[in-house]
C-alpha cells in the first residue's frame, strides 16, 4: 500500500500533540501527501490514519475510523499499539510513501445488551459494580451452558490485543494475537476457585446481573451504561477487524517483551 492521502488523529491536549502535529504535517506535504484534517468523512476515505498519542488515542481513533488503517506515533506511556516513537516518524512517513509498512489485523468483540444493535470494542468490554463499596453477583453461560454465579466487582472480556490491558492486570493471560479466541476475566472474585476463561471464535459469553444492585457496562473505557438485575450482556468475537500499521515487522511476542519488560 504506498499511501497519498491520510487523516490525523491527535490527543486532545496540545501540550503533548502539538509540536508532533506540525512536524508530522511538515513531512507530509514535503512528500506530496494530501492531509485531510478535522474531517471524519473526508479521513474515512484517506488510505492510512496517523494516530498522535498512545493508547487511549489509538482506541479513539479507531472508534472514529473503524475501517482504516491506523498508524500510531507513541506519545504516551506504554504504546503498545504503536507503530513507532516519535523519533522515528520521518522513516515512517517515507515507509508509508513508499509501501513499506507492516499491516497487522486484530479481532474486535461484539458487544449486546437487550435488543439493541451490537457495539463493539477493540480491546475489552468492561461490566463492574456501580458502588464501589458492594459486590455484585455474576451469572456466566457459555454458549447456553450454565457456567456458575460469581460475587465480585466484575468481569472483563477481552480480545487477543485486549488481553495485554485490564485483563492481564486482572490475572488473565496475554493471548497470541493470531489465536481466534477471547478471554473472560472476574476481576477480584470472591473465591478461591475462580480462573479466567479462554472462549472460542463461535462461544457466546453471557453475563447476567443478579440480585438487586446495579452495574455499569463500558466499551474500550468508553462512558458507561447502566446494567440493572435481571439483564445480560451477550459478548462474542466479531467479524470486524481493527489494521495496525508498524515501520517494523515487530511480532507480537517481540511487542510484548519491548513493552512489558522494557527489553530492546
Aim: hydrophobic content about 40%.
Amino acid at each position: 500500500m504506498k499511501v497519498r492521502r491520510v487523516g490525523i488523529v491527535a490527543h486532545p491536549s496540545p501540550e503533548v500533540s502539538a509540536g508532533a502535529r506540525e512536524r508530522l504535517v511538515r513531512e507530509l506535504e514535503r512528500r506530496g501527501v494530501e492531509v485531510v484534517q478535522g474531517n471524519p468523512a473526508g479521513g474515512a476515505h484517506s488510505e492510512l490514519i496517523f494516530v498522535l498519542g498512545g493508547d487511549g488515542t489509538m482506541l479513539r481513533a479507531s472508534r472514529m475510523y473503524p475501517e482504516s488503517v491506523l498508524l500510531g506515533v507513541n506519545l504516551g506511556k506504554v504504546g503498545f499499539m504503536s507503530g513507532m516513537r516519535p523519533d522515528e516518524m520521518e522513516e515512517g512517513v517515507r515507509r508509508a510513501v513508499e509501501g513499506e509498512l507492516y499491516v497487522q489485523e486484530y479481532r474486535k468483540l461484539e458487544v449486546r445488551t437487550g435488543a439493541t444493535e451490537p457495539r463493539h470494542a477493540v480491546n475489552d468490554a468492561l461490566l463492574v459494580k456501580e458502588r464501589p463499596h458492594r459486590l455484585i453477583s455474576v451469572g456466566v453461560r457459555v454458549s447456553g451452558d450454565d457456567i456458575g454465579s460469581y460475587m465480585c466487582d466484575g468481569f472483563v472480556a477481552a480480545t487477543a490485543l485486549g488481553s495485554t490491558a485490564y485483563a492481564l492486570s486482572a490475572g488473565g493471560p496475554i493471548v497470541s494475537r493470531n489465536a481466534e479466541c477471547y478471554v473472560l476475566v472476574a476481576i477480584a472474585p470472591h473465591t478461591l476457585l475462580s480462573r479466567p476463561l479462554v472462549l472460542g471464535k463461535d462461544d457466546v459469553a453471557e453475563l447476567t446481573v443478579l440480585e438487586n444492585k446495579n452495574a455499569l457496562l463500558s466499551l474500550d473505557g468508553e462512558e458507561p451504561q447502566r446494567i440493572t438485575p435481571g439483564e445480560s450482556v451477550r459478548v462474542r468475537l466479531s467479524q470486524e477487524k481493527l489494521r495496525i500499521a508498524r515501520i517494523d515487522g515487530w511480532s507480537w511476542w517481540e511487542a510484548v517483551r519491548r513493552t512489558f519488560l522494557g527489553a530492546g
